[in-house]
């Protein structure tokens, strides 16, 4: 991802996800997609489209793998900043 | 919802180091499983109660066998359906933690059904996390007792049919009947909204659980994709059509503002008492002092190990009885196959002037092997300078340790001479009173009548002891 991140930002972890869908289909903005590209174990991940994220945080609770969603909510501060 | 940040929860480890293979940062779950949702409600609501250090997770038998390696807390991972009883005990023990059961349909409502219906009923102060997903996931998708009517599961290839199957169980409607749960909800992770629910049920149980509150229980309808052949989606949406007919959501009961907490009364253990309820009076009436010699080791532990049937425990217990006459603390712990001749058997036996902690003789000073198979195995843990009997009747070969006492005495023959392989267990402890100059030959016959009933029984184990004896201070002399 290149150039400063907008909040509220959703970052998923490619190698973690297992392409489940649970994220995708839960996501009321419609901003999570399955990627085309397969990760390490062979699933094909969901990720983020890039911009819209409503910081909900409805794919985070949706996902039952404990790392692969992290939400960044709307008041956000990064470190160093 | 928390900080600024959603993130994998404070409650679960960082590296799930207890998985075995290269993936160490994923669950074993499978994509969509239910499982993995409710554990990250559970881990998030850890870390914001601040209970992560002072929880102690009991997993079942099931998929989420493996709970251990990814919460950050305590973990016991118990035989199949004995979680709340498991739980009973660690939440008396240790009455400052929180105590969680986690357990699926088949291990909680199948083969532990009754343990967690008397937990329930005890009101114990535990929570109780239950995952309802109609089928056994891990054994690979046979019917469970939550199974739905008509559903299609390896074991019902046409369905689960009432008239042979009966019909499906609702768990969290039976307990309600009970009196003593506080807290009682069935909640569903098909969407966010109830996933939201079951994120407030999950906290609420365990606040309750952290007030001391008594029993609480979540039962989640979960979803499992790989044994229902669907999709993760079609899997939630197959909960939200087929489950929540028959497993309606809710609060069933809700008692928490009401119950004051509970504080078990701490057991008294008053030794007087005890001696006077079990009728042993002031023992067996025989004080013995201790003999003269200095005993060869002051403390001992002592492994006796054979053929269940040779003596090895009674052996043992000879030998602790003995030791609790001359004023030490005594232990005495057998290990056992559930057969109640042949097989193997052994027994530890510690006899020490102090506090006895560990009760297993990991390093004993003395071994008594009654036959091969023990001496095999237990020669390589004897202490260094510890000492080895061995019984040369039976025991084909010697012993191989060079920096041990070795003493071959053939209890089995000398029992035999005496017209009863039985006695085999005195003739071993008259052996070890020898070898260790811990008992005095006089002080144990003296015993004997308070150990056995009738004169010739004691007159033969006398006979059995001082051959034991005997034999061994032969070989030193």
Same mark, same amino acid.
């Given at each position: 991802m290149d150039g400063p991140r907008k909040y509220p930002f959703c970052e998923i972890d490619q190698e973690e996800c297992k392409g489940c869908g649970l994220c995708v289909n839960a996501c009321p903005a419609k901003v999570l997609e399955i990627s085309s590209h397969l990760n390490s174990r062979g699933f094909h991940p969901s990720s983020y489209k890039g911009s819209g994220c409503l910081g909900c945080g409805t794919c985070f609770y949706s996902?039952?793998?404990?790392?692969?969603i992290t939400v960044y909510l709307k008041d956000y501060v990064p470190e160093g900043v | 919802m928390k900080g600024a940040v959603l993130r994998k929860p404070g409650g679960f480890n960082d590296i799930y180091k207890h998985k075995p293979g290269a993936d160490k940062d994923r669950t074993h779950y499978c994509p969509g499983c239910g499982h993995g949702i409710l554990h990250k409600l559970i881990a998030e609501a850890l870390e914001d109660l601040e209970i992560t250090d002072r929880t102690i997770v009991i997993s079942p038998v099931g998929c989420s066998v493996f709970a251990y390696y990814y919460f950050n807390t305590g973990n016991l991972q118990v035989p199949h359906g004995r979680a709340p009883a498991v739980a009973t005990s660690v939440s008396r023990a240790n009455p400052g933690s929180v105590v969680i059961s986690y357990q699926g349909d088949g291990d909680l409502a199948a083969i532990g059904g009754n343990h967690i219906l008397q937990a329930a009923n005890r009101g114990e102060n535990i929570t109780v996390f239950f995952v309802n997903n109609a089928i056994y996931g891990m054994t690979g998708g046979q019917m469970a007792p939550t199974t739905l009517e008509g559903m299609k599961t390896t074991t019902t290839p046409y369905g689960r049919n009432p008239a042979t199957d009966g019909y499906p169980m609702k768990v969290a409607e039976m307990l309600n009947s009970?009196?003593?749960? &506080?807290f009682i909800a069935r909640t569903s992770l098909h969407d966010i909204a109830n996933i939201r629910k079951t994120r407030a049920a999950v906290r609420k149980a365990l606040q309750y659980n952290m007030e001391k509150k008594g029993f609480s229980i979540v039962e989640v309808l979960s979803m499992c994709p790989s044994n229902w052949k669907l999709g993760a989606v079609e899997s939630q949406n197959w909960i939200r059509d087929h489950m929540l007919e028959v497993y309606p959501l809710g609060t069933l009961r809700d008692r928490g503002a009401e119950v004051a907490p509970r504080v078990r009364p701490r057991p008294e253990l008053d030794p007087a008492r005890v001696r006077e309820t079990l009728g042993l009076g002031e023992g067996s009436g025989v004080k013995l002092e201790r003999p003269k010699e200095t005993p060869v080791y002051p403390n001992p532990s002592v492994r006796i190990a054979g053929f269940g049937g040779q003596g090895v425990l009674s052996a043992g217990v000879v030998l602790a009885n003995l030791g609790l006459e001359y004023g030490y603390n005594v232990s005495w712990l057998p290990s056992y196959g559930p057969e109640m001749r042949g097989g193997t058997a052994n027994c530890s036996v510690k006899i020490q002037d102090g506090t006895i902690g560990d009760t297993e003789a990991t390093k004993p000073h003395v071994l008594i092997a009654l036959n091969r198979p023990s001496m095999e195995k237990f020669e390589p843990i004897v202490a260094s300078g510890g000492t080895l009997i061995y019984n040369s009747t039976l025991i084909d070969v010697t012993p191989s340790r060079k920096d041990i006492r070795v003493l071959a005495v053939p209890i089995t023959g000398l029992a035999d001479e005496l017209?009863? &392989?039985?006695v085999q267990s005195m003739v071993a402890a008259g052996a070890f009173a020898a070898a260790t100059g811990l008992f005095a030959l006089d002080d144990i016959i003296r015993l004997l009548p308070s150990l056995y009933s009738g004169e010739a029984i004691v007159k033969l184990n006398e006979k059995a002891v001082k051959a034991g004896f005997d034999f061994v201070r032969g070989i030193k002399s």
């Amino acid at each position: 991802m290149d150039g400063p991140r907008k909040y509220p930002f959703c970052e998923i972890d490619q190698e973690e996800c297992k392409g489940c869908g649970l994220c995708v289909n839960a996501c009321p903005a419609k901003v999570l997609e399955i990627s085309s590209h397969l990760n390490s174990r062979g699933f094909h991940p969901s990720s983020y489209k890039g911009s819209g994220c409503l910081g909900c945080g409805t794919c985070f609770y949706s996902c039952p793998e404990p790392g692969a969603i992290t939400v960044y909510l709307k008041d956000y501060v990064p470190e160093g900043v | 919802m928390k900080g600024a940040v959603l993130r994998k929860p404070g409650g679960f480890n960082d590296i799930y180091k207890h998985k075995p293979g290269a993936d160490k940062d994923r669950t074993h779950y499978c994509p969509g499983c239910g499982h993995g949702i409710l554990h990250k409600l559970i881990a998030e609501a850890l870390e914001d109660l601040e209970i992560t250090d002072r929880t102690i997770v009991i997993s079942p038998v099931g998929c989420s066998v493996f709970a251990y390696y990814y919460f950050n807390t305590g973990n016991l991972q118990v035989p199949h359906g004995r979680a709340p009883a498991v739980a009973t005990s660690v939440s008396r023990a240790n009455p400052g933690s929180v105590v969680i059961s986690y357990q699926g349909d088949g291990d909680l409502a199948a083969i532990g059904g009754n343990h967690i219906l008397q937990a329930a009923n005890r009101g114990e102060n535990i929570t109780v996390f239950f995952v309802n997903n109609a089928i056994y996931g891990m054994t690979g998708g046979q019917m469970a007792p939550t199974t739905l009517e008509g559903m299609k599961t390896t074991t019902t290839p046409y369905g689960r049919n009432p008239a042979t199957d009966g019909y499906p169980m609702k768990v969290a409607e039976m307990l309600n009947s009970l009196y003593a749960p &506080t807290f009682i909800a069935r909640t569903s992770l098909h969407d966010i909204a109830n996933i939201r629910k079951t994120r407030a049920a999950v906290r609420k149980a365990l606040q309750y659980n952290m007030e001391k509150k008594g029993f609480s229980i979540v039962e989640v309808l979960s979803m499992c994709p790989s044994n229902w052949k669907l999709g993760a989606v079609e899997s939630q949406n197959w909960i939200r059509d087929h489950m929540l007919e028959v497993y309606p959501l809710g609060t069933l009961r809700d008692r928490g503002a009401e119950v004051a907490p509970r504080v078990r009364p701490r057991p008294e253990l008053d030794p007087a008492r005890v001696r006077e309820t079990l009728g042993l009076g002031e023992g067996s009436g025989v004080k013995l002092e201790r003999p003269k010699e200095t005993p060869v080791y002051p403390n001992p532990s002592v492994r006796i190990a054979g053929f269940g049937g040779q003596g090895v425990l009674s052996a043992g217990v000879v030998l602790a009885n003995l030791g609790l006459e001359y004023g030490y603390n005594v232990s005495w712990l057998p290990s056992y196959g559930p057969e109640m001749r042949g097989g193997t058997a052994n027994c530890s036996v510690k006899i020490q002037d102090g506090t006895i902690g560990d009760t297993e003789a990991t390093k004993p000073h003395v071994l008594i092997a009654l036959n091969r198979p023990s001496m095999e195995k237990f020669e390589p843990i004897v202490a260094s300078g510890g000492t080895l009997i061995y019984n040369s009747t039976l025991i084909d070969v010697t012993p191989s340790r060079k920096d041990i006492r070795v003493l071959a005495v053939p209890i089995t023959g000398l029992a035999d001479e005496l017209g009863n &392989t039985k006695v085999q267990s005195m003739v071993a402890a008259g052996a070890f009173a020898a070898a260790t100059g811990l008992f005095a030959l006089d002080d144990i016959i003296r015993l004997l009548p308070s150990l056995y009933s009738g004169e010739a029984i004691v007159k033969l184990n006398e006979k059995a002891v001082k051959a034991g004896f005997d034999f061994v201070r032969g070989i030193k002399s």
